[in-house]
């Protein structure tokens, strides 16, 4: 039996893909979170056989869930299932150890043999988002990418800081970086450049 973990923020998708798989006889779905904290709680409980999860969710997303994962519990597979086909973020998920990255317009036959192939050891990617996976270079640091994620979600200087614990000044300097090296001329344009990249 293959033992699945779900994360999705959106409930709908989320109960509806769980029974899908519970559909199938060899797979259960023993958790399913609506973020990606929850999902870390339920693998750290359930240690499942293999998570399934969006990327842009609230909490932990997707690739920093897969990043955590990769660290904690290295025997765990993870498969990302997005409606992001973008380069930059196919890139990232490779880097983070994901075993598969599928969008959400899969067939759901194809979705389940994917699971099945990865639990085999193998690695399953959209074939056409593979071809493209490397095909622009992410320029920004992890401290600029998190620093412009929140300055995207409207926070301040100083709110920033105080989630990150830095100073207001070092803040500043992460953001003129993040926004010079995307060649924009404010935090609103640099985070639209690098959303649409998939570099957040």
Same mark, same amino acid.
């Given at each position: 039996?293959?033992?699945?973990?779900?994360a999705?923020?959106?409930?709908?998708?989320?109960?509806?893909?769980?029974?899908?798989?519970?559909?199938?006889?060899?797979?259960?779905?023993?958790?399913?979170?609506?973020?990606?904290?929850?999902?870390?709680?339920?693998?750290?409980?359930?240690?499942?056989?293999?998570?399934?999860?969006?990327?842009?969710?609230?909490?932990?997303?997707?690739?920093?869930?897969?990043?955590?994962?990769?660290?904690?519990?290295?025997?765990? @597979?993870? &498969?990302? =299932?997005?409606?992001?086909?973008?380069?930059? !973020? *196919?890139?990232? $998920?490779?880097?983070?150890?994901? #075993?598969?990255y599928?969008?959400?317009?899969?067939p759901?036959?194809?979705?389940?043999?994917?699971?099945?192939?990865?639990?085999?050891?193998?690695?399953?990617?959209?074939?056409?988002?593979?071809?493209?996976?490397?095909?622009?270079?992410?320029?920004?640091?992890?401290?600029?990418?998190?620093?412009?994620?929140?300055?995207?979600?409207?926070?301040?200087?100083?709110?920033?800081? @105080?989630? &990150?614990? =830095?100073?207001?000044?070092?803040?500043?300097? !992460? *953001?003129?970086? $993040?926004?010079?090296?995307?060649? #924009?001329?404010?935090?609103?344009e640099?985070?639209?450049?690098?959303?649409?990249?998939?570099?957040?």
């Open positions: 039996m293959i033992r699945i973990v779900l999705e923020d959106q409930t709908l998708l989320l109960g509806a893909l769980g029974s899908l798989l519970d559909l199938e006889d060899d797979f259960e779905v023993v958790g399913r979170a609506g973020d990606g904290d929850q999902a870390r709680s339920l693998i750290d409980d359930q240690r499942p056989d293999l998570v399934i999860s969006d990327i842009d969710m609230p909490g932990l997303t997707g690739l920093e869930l897969a990043d955590w994962l990769r660290r904690t519990h290295p025997g765990i @597979k993870m &498969l990302i =299932l997005t409606t992001f086909a973008r380069p930059g !973020y *196919l890139r990232r $998920a490779l880097e983070a150890g994901v #075993a598969g599928l969008l959400k317009d899969t759901a036959e194809q979705l389940a043999g994917a699971v099945r192939r990865i639990l085999r050891g193998e690695r399953v990617i959209d074939p056409d988002l593979a071809l493209t996976a490397f095909d622009a270079s992410d320029p920004l640091t992890t401290r600029e990418r998190q620093v412009l994620r929140l300055a995207g979600e409207g926070c301040s200087n100083a709110e920033i800081g @105080k989630r &990150l614990h =830095l100073a207001e000044g070092t803040v500043r300097n !992460y *953001l003129s970086e $993040a926004i010079g090296k995307l060649g #924009a001329e404010n935090r609103v640099a985070h639209r450049i690098a959303r649409d990249q998939g570099w957040l």
